[in-house]
């Protein structure tokens, strides 16, 4: 995967973040780059039930084989 009109490599890119508003961020980048690995929190108890969810980041991860 090269840059348009460029013949070096993508820039690797670990991505920072967790909530749901910097999916875009991600997949914009994710076009620009490669993302190899995603830093976020740790699933967390969400809701009324309390139960243990993880970070939409961490699912958008998980969707792409990235390594979180």
Do not use: N
């Amino acid at each position: 995967m090269y840059r348009k009109g460029l013949k070096t490599p993508p820039i690797r890119t670990v991505f920072f973040g967790t909530p749901e508003s910097v999916l875009p961020i991600a997949e914009a980048l994710d076009r620009v780059s490669k993302i190899v690995g995603v830093v976020t929190r740790p699933d967390a108890p969400r809701g009324r039930g309390k139960l243990v969810q993880p970070p939409p980041l961490k699912v958008w991860a998980a969707s792409r084989g990235l390594q979180v």
